[in-house]
């Protein structure tokens, strides 16, 4: 606040600058009321001054030139200040004016009257005055006429602020109108491109403002519905409870929100069902009146329908377990803990409320599958492999019980998989029904191998005798008998391996040899045996392993002897041998019928045989390749086919080498 300038001063010029008349162009309207004034006082010189901060300024002047003077030779402020009538009779005599430059020089003041104008909160803002040269005198009728024309320029003054302010009002309209306009205009673009339907409502009868094209899908309408109350706009949905529920929003001011909503009505023509996560939001004004709604919804059909088909299909597995009296397992990769349903924790003889770890799972185990339980469990982690293994479970003391278990580990991450789990199935029943078979297969195996036996011994003493007897028909039946005692005899030698295998009775008896000689030996036997086919034998280099020589004799056998079965008189059998890694690999390739591959896996099951046209011909019982495979699985070793039906096979078997 600058000196002199009282609070009082700064309030009477702000009420100053609120008239915005300052620095404004000459009106007629206030040169008239100045030319008034002069005439009606016989004065030459008038003004309509106002009273700045630092100067006087005139709207209005006649008979001078000047527009303005600074404060010091106001006579005007004099005026203002007394806010009465202000009378100099002659400034010359006056202390106050005498050396005022416009007393001493032009104009030459000598009688100066001011009236004040005073604002109708009582504000002197400036004043209309009179001056002469000369002394003067002025009649009451003057004063007064004087008075009236200075509250007529007021008048003036104060019509002119109410015309601003109503201006300046007109102006905000428009403003707000257009900050509106920008602002619904932007909610449209937003809500438009909103990722969800959106409506704005607006009124207690929910008329809709506006809708995104979402939106209008969702209701199955187009833009002919904005401007409508919303139960008009859509009557179908008049019979759901949304519309009630939006005016309970609306009334209340309280925000609300459904999640997954099933709701079903006419769409397109036909009743559908939905589901929608929907919400009501109130649009308040900033006093907190509402005014209108957001509506906003989104489709959530296709995630709640196939959740519940999810739930669906879970209840029925749940119920497909549970009548097939299956158990279940999962185990958690990340923590490693294991859980078993109830039918699990009852075939490993758990209590049910036992907390099982996957350790005392495994302990429970035959202690003689626990290795091929760890190595399968392992296999189907790190290398994706379906687990599928028959194991005992010591339950108890006394109890044992078969279980075959399968899983697959699933939800892989980077470090890979994070679940294992899968079912458990109460096989007992069925190994013991194997147990019984195996049994008679046994005995009645070993009951027909005597008799055999003696059979194939006195054909050979038959034989012999024929001969030196010169009887040639005769030794060739003997030599016939003989053969065909033969066959039988290694027939029931395959099912005694059969029942052995099933006891889990072979044993290996290995010792170190050289496949190559092996292969050799292979070689000289077909050489006598086989006339039918060309068998090749590629080069074998050394190749020690260790193993059941008398076992892997079988194998090889046995793939050639199926191979000669299997494929054209004539045709070629290449028999191979080669060290890949750590481990031989040996091959029979044959150019006969070849295997389907849904069969590849399954011809190494016990008795199975493929089922077609060209297989009836071929006499066989399905065992062999059940026993190769068990032996060179004993071994640590693999076997498999690779075959193109009706261009051949190649059957082959793997086994570890000795490492020098
Ligand atoms: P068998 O020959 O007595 O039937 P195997 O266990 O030796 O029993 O063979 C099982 C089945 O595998 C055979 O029945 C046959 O369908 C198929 N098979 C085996 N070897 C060959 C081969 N070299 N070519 C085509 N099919 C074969």
Request: overall charge negative; aromatic content about 8%; proline content about 4%.
């Amino acid at each position: 606040m600058q000196t002199g300038v009282t609070e009082t001063e700064e309030e009477r010029l702000s009420a100053l600058y609120s008239f915005r008349i300052l620095d404004t162009a000459t009106e007629q309207d206030f040169d008239d009321i100045a030319e008034l004034a002069a005439a009606i006082c016989d004065m030459p010189i008038s003004l309509i001054s106002f009273v700045d901060k630092d100067r006087q300024w005139f709207k209005s002047v006649k008979g001078i030139g000047l527009r303005e003077t600074d404060i010091a030779s106001s006579f005007c402020k004099y005026t203002v200040a007394s806010k009465e009538v202000f009378v100099v009779e002659d400034a010359r005599k006056d202390l106050r004016f005498a050396n005022n430059p416009l007393v001493t020089r032009q104009p030459n003041i000598v009688f100066y009257m001011g009236v004040p104008l005073l604002s109708e909160e009582g504000y002197a803002l400036g004043s209309l005055c009179i001056i002469d040269q000369q002394p003067r005198q002025l009649s009451d009728y003057q004063k007064q006429s004087l008075k009236t024309l200075a509250r007529q320029t007021m008048d003036k003054l104060e019509l002119r602020k109410k015309l601003f302010e109503l201006q300046d009002a007109k102006s905000e309209i428009v403003k707000l109108k257009d900050e509106r306009y920008i602002k619904e205009n932007e909610a449209r673009e937003v809500i438009e491109h909103a990722p969800m339907a959106m409506a704005l409502h607006v009124g207690r009868d929910m008329t809709i403002r506006f809708a995104n094209s979402s939106m209008l899908q969702a209701w199955d309408k187009d833009e002919k519905v904005f401007g409508l109350p919303f139960a008009d706009a859509l009557p179908e949905l008049r019979e759901l409870d949304f519309p009630a529920t939006m005016r309970e929003v609306y009334d209340s001011g309280i925000p609300y929100r459904n999640e997954d909503a099933r709701m079903s009505y006419e769409y397109q023509g036909e009743i559908r069902e939905f589901y929608y996560t929907y919400a009501f939001t109130p649009l308040k004004t900033p006093e907190g009146k509402v005014w209108g709604l957001l509506n906003t919804a989104l489709d959530v059909t296709e995630i709640v329908q196939s959740q519940l088909t999810v739930e669906r299909a879970e209840e029925q597995l749940r119920l497909a377990v549970d009548s097939a009296e299956l158990g279940t397992w999962h185990l958690d990769l990340k923590t490693n803990q294991l859980s078993l349903s109830p039918r699990s924790m009852e075939m490993f003889g758990f209590e049910t409320t036992e907390e099982v770890s996957l350790e005392a799972a495994i302990g429970r185990i035959e202690e003689h599958y626990r290795g091929l339980v760890n190595s399968s469990i392992q296999a189907a982690i790190e290398e994706n492999q379906p687990y599928d293994v028959e194991y005992p479970i010591l339950s108890s003391d006394t109890k044992r019980c078969w279980v075959r278990a399968t899983g697959k580990a699933y939800m892989v991450n980077e470090h890979g998989p994070t679940m294992f789990s899968g079912t458990l199935l109460d096989i007992t029943e069925r190994k013991e029904e194997d147990r019984r078979k195996n049994d008679f297969i046994g005995i009645v195996s070993h009951e027909l191998r005597t008799p055999i036996t003696s059979i194939s011994g006195y054909a050979q003493v038959l034989q012999r005798k024929a001969q030196s007897l010169a009887e040639p028909a005769m030794a060739d039946i003997a030599r016939k008998t003989k053969q065909q005692a033969d066959r039988m005899t290694k027939l029931i030698n395959g099912f005694l391996d059969i029942a052995r295998i099933g006891e889990g009775k072979i044993r290996l008896e290995r010792s170190a040899f050289d496949m190559a000689e092996l292969v050799k030996e292979a070689e000289d036997e077909s050489l006598t045996t086989i006339t039918s086919h060309e068998v090749v034998f590629k080069p074998v280099e050394f190749t020690p392993v260790e193993a059941d020589q008398d076992k892997i004799r079988q194998v090889l056998i046995n793939l050639i002897n199926n191979a000669v079965k299997y494929s054209p008189p004539r045709s070629r059998i290449q028999v191979a041998c080669v060290t890949e890694g750590n481990h031989a690999q040996v091959s029979v390739k044959d150019e006969g019928i070849g295997v389907p591959l849904k069969d590849h896996d399954r011809i190494f099951e016990r008795f199975y045989r493929v089922e077609n046209e060209q297989m009836k011909t071929v006499k066989g019982f399905g065992i062999g390749l059940f026993i190769c495979k068990e032996i060179i699985e004993l071994h640590g070793g693999q076997i498999g086919v690779e075959s193109i039906p009706g261009q051949g096979s190649i059957f082959w078997f793997t086994l570890p080498v000795i490492i020098q």
